[in-house]
């Protein structure tokens, strides 16, 4: 267990410092922010001293070479366009990306695994050709589309639901007060319905290949109850696919919800990337990735560790 921890810690370390230097190269090459953040009308002089004053005058490799004695100081650079430490600036808008993020997948964990096992078990009756229907529907319909839908339907026609901002905030979360959960309607109904479909069409697939394996057949054959075979025999080898997918599609919620907090007005870490790339914010756009990719470390980690739970003869090594 420690091995494997120590590995990766060290495939974690490799991972951040190239991403951070991919980062850092594109953003070096992308343009001068200073001609962003100064007036038409700026003279050179005070192009040059902000360049001075932002750490830009350097070459590439001077400039990374900085970037790299803050890291290890654990400063990741001061933003340009907010001027606070650009890893506050991450942090502060993280809480309301991961609220809309853990609510999708906890949703669609909830509804798309019983509502799979169901399809599975009544393979080719009606049950099953409903369910797959709209998870199909789910997959193919575009998350912008139905973020719009939403909003015309409960805030514009009916003028039931907020159609922007996360509405009053406590303990860091807007679950925890009213007008908070009316914000959250809209922005998770539209993360959970891909996310749904998915996990219904995983868990249909796997326990259709489950259920048709000698052990179950055996199991059958001893007199064990269905709900057994089911849920003890069939959902418990179906979940270590299903786990793995469900890790990646959460750590792509926590990326790429940038679509939907455009939409709804969501103050996540979707439009305070877009932002930073726009104005050329290079320590927010590569403190952002390196938290990201953090985010993804930990949520393989945490997969990896329940594979041993779910499956005792798995070992990490």
Do not use: C
Request: overall charge positive; aromatic content about 12%; hydrophobic content about 55%.
């Amino acid at each position: 267990m420690l091995r494997f921890i120590l590995d990766r810690l060290w495939h974690t370390f490799l991972v951040l410092l190239a991403i951070s230097f991919i980062t850092f190269f594109i953003m070096y090459k992308a343009g001068d922010p200073v001609q962003l953040l100064l007036p038409p009308d700026a003279t050179q002089a005070q192009v040059i001293q902000m360049r001075h004053t932002l750490g830009l005058d350097g070459s590439f490799f001077i400039q990374y070479k900085g970037f790299l004695l803050q890291l290890s100081h654990g400063h990741l650079g001061t933003s340009f366009l907010y001027g606070e430490p650009a890893l506050t600036v991450v942090l502060e808008r993280l809480p309301a990306t991961l609220e809309l993020a853990v609510l999708a997948m906890f949703f669609a964990i909830l509804i798309g695994i019983p509502l799979g096992v169901s399809a599975a078990v009544h393979h080719g009756k009606w049950q099953e050709k409903i369910i797959m229907f709209f998870s199909l529907t789910g997959i193919s319909i575009p998350v912008f589309w139905i973020a719009m839908v939403l909003v015309l339907l409960f805030s514009v026609t009916f003028n039931i639901l907020p159609s922007s901002g996360r509405g009053t905030v406590y303990l860091f979360s807007s679950a925890f007060t009213w007008d908070g959960i009316r914000h959250l309607i809209m922005p998770v109904t539209t993360l959970t319905l891909f996310q749904l479909a998915l996990i219904i069409r995983l868990t249909q697939s796997g326990m259709r290949e489950v259920l048709s394996k000698e052990y179950i057949r055996f199991a059958r054959a001893r007199g064990l109850s269905p709900s057994r075979i089911i849920y003890t025999h069939g959902l418990r080898n179906t979940l270590i696919p299903l786990m793995t997918v469900i890790g990646l599609q959460f750590g792509q919620l926590i990326a790429f919800t940038i679509v939907t907090e455009t939409i709804f007005a969501w103050p996540g870490t979707g439009k305070l990337i877009i932002d930073a790339i726009q104005n050329l914010d290079r320590p927010v756009v590569v403190a952002y990735l390196l938290i990201i990719a953090l985010i993804f470390v930990a949520i393989n980690f945490t997969v990896d560790l329940l594979y041993t739970f779910i499956d005792p003869r798995i070992r990490l090594r």
